[in-house]
């Protein structure tokens, strides 16, 4: 099997390509989506959960830490946002950089308590916290509002100084989460291609040797799950936005579970972009297949199933193959790891 | 302290149904390296299937139901035990054979195939048995309320403690003084000498899940009378399942009953002061207890920590 280090840097002339390709997609989005029968608010739902995975799977994928209880930071941001909107003042800036700050700051308490773990261990720890923080929010009524969550949470308008936008618009939501995206997109692809990144990759391919090359490990294990928590709690203060509400499912097991699958269905494991074929792969699923029958994720988890077995490295993965087969071309490190696999 | 003491005894019981739950757990994770997060699923399918055994199921409505409904529940119990257990296991020897691809990787990818599976069992139970919550029927000289020293206790719950502990007593006899389970606690420990001595390494794998299984499906039965029975309880169960091990010790038996007994009791105490954050008081105890100790009280190096 192949993964994320066999598969060579692409120069940014390179991917300048599929850069533009989905920066089109993007913008025409709100078009195209209810032409083919889908419908407006699907894309900012998409944008929304991509970031989110997109940062998550530079500790998934890039630092091989297999963390299954990363809605909580989604479900922090989303509440941070609320909290920040009904208490403190009502803000578009100031309430996404709270949700951003208070996901940070909860990554960076459980970030420093189970980066000294590895593996599985590293896992049943991240599942532990993240089960907490899915209590707590059910369970403090006073400040979450219990299992109903936060409600009538406004959308504040987009003051950019010159102008401001309304925001109460799907559509206007639609390329704030956008533009959001593609911040993402550009701060992780310089993030996991800099020093920071290479580290990180260093770290899952091998911890001991890495430390024994004189890093300190367990910053960057912390560091990357810091970054993570803050791009999910930045997804999750925009899904308080389009929700226009907070509540404590977002946070709880399954949720987490399937931004894993989404991840790792996509190829997360193989290439930057993976994520990115798991998130549409997942939603399209929900609402193809769940227009079609009740049991939609027994398919989807079917097809999970058949995915793990079979093609651990995902779509991306499997395009990758494909992309070499026609154009014939063999790299040395995917000869060694067919060898290895 | 009397005021406790139901809340100690209510402990107690729900931490000898862990143990029971988490034993299937460690075997599976001590043979196969395989973080089994279908666990849940397993146990929840032993109770739907002995729901069905003793509703008459498919025969419902048939000559052949209507005389199996008619006989006494203790007849139609005491077959659910037996039969459903069998059942899960065959669930589980199914999942094993899907877990095959996934051997000599990464343990991640065994973690995620059970996900996935406990999301594929727990929508297979909607489809089958419906969403809604079930109620499982016991027997009626094991059902309803006694009166101890004062207090009010429900019969079924000593049932249920004292079958426990005799099933992991049994286990542990099977595991400590017989053959079988002399080689299991070998797979356990060194999975290749094991095969190197001429064991089918595979079969072993096969009929330790379906034994892990069969415990859950045996847990499933006598617990959902006491939490309820709804395709969710997987998810719900499987997770104090896997807090226990790690706070025992991965691949520890008793390590698995120590701390299975130490979380109903942190549950049972907990809910005496603050009913609603009984739950918490586990991820609580095992976050302090992997602080400290991070291979949990009774737990040696693992392959799973790379």
Known sequence: ?341 | MTYLLPHILNGLTLGLLFALIALGFTLIVGVMEVINLAHGSLFALGAYFALTVIGGGWFAGTEFGAWWLGLPIEHRYILALVVAPVLSAGAGMLLELCLRPTHGKAPLYGLLLTFGAALVIEEIIRLGWGTGEQNLQVPTAINGPVLIGGFIYSKYKFFAAAFSAAAIVAVWLFLERTPYGAIIKAGAHDSEMVRALGYDLSKLRLFVFGFGASLAGLAGIVMVPIWGLRPHVGIDVVIPAFLIIVIGGIGSFWGAVVAALMVGLAVGITGAYAGAWATMSMYILLILVVGLRSRGLFGRKSALEN
């Open chain 1, 1 to 341: 099997m192949i993964s994320l280090s066999d598969v060579p840097f692409r120069t940014p002339l390179a991917t300048f390509g599929p850069m533009v390709f989905i920066g089109l997609l993007l913008v025409t989005a709100p078009w195209w989506l209810p032409a083919i029968g889908l419908y407006q608010y699907l894309g900012t739902e998409i944008a929304i959960w991509l970031i989110f995975a997109l940062g998550f799977n530079l500790l998934f994928g890039y630092a091989g830490l297999h963390s299954f209880g990363h809605g909580a930071y989604l479900g922090i941001g989303a509440y941070a946002f609320g909290l920040w909107q009904q208490n403190v003042m009502v803000g578009l800036w100031s309430g996404l950089a709270a949700a951003i700050l208070a996901a940070g700051i909860a990554g960076a308490i459980v970030g420093a308590l189970i980066s000294h773990r590895r593996g599985i261990y590293y896992a049943l720890m991240t599942i532990a916290f993240g089960q907490v923080f899915w209590f707590s929010a059910m369970k403090l009524h006073s400040i979450t509002g219990g299992e109903d969550g936060l409600l009538g949470i406004p959308r504040p308008a987009l003051e950019l100084g010159f102008a401001s936008v309304d925001m109460r618009s799907n559509v206007a939501l639609f390329y704030l989460a956008a533009v959001f995206l593609i911040v993402a997109l550009v701060v992780l692809r310089r993030l996991v291609n800099s020093p920071f990144g290479r580290v990180l990759q260093a770290i899952r391919q091998n911890e001991m040797r890495a430390r024994f090359a004189g890093y300190e490990v367990w910053h960057f294990k912390w560091a990357a799950f810091v970054i993570s928590a803050m791009f999910a709690g930045l997804a999750g203060g925009l899904f308080s936005m389009a929700q226009q509400s907070a509540y404590p499912d977002v946070m709880s097991l399954h949720q987490s579970g399937l931004i894993v699958m989404m991840v790792l269905v996509g190829g997360g494991l193989v290439s930057f972009w993976g994520p990115i074929f798991g998130v549409l792969l997942y939603f399209v699923a929900r609402d193809v297949l769940g227009g079609l029958t009740e049991t939609w994720l027994l398919w989807y988890g079917l097809m999970f199933m058949g995915m793990v077995m079979l093609r651990p490295e995902g779509v991306a993965g499997m395009l990758h193959l494909l992309v070499r087969r026609v154009s014939g071309e063999r790299s040395g490190a995917e000869l060694a790891a067919e060898k290895v696999s």
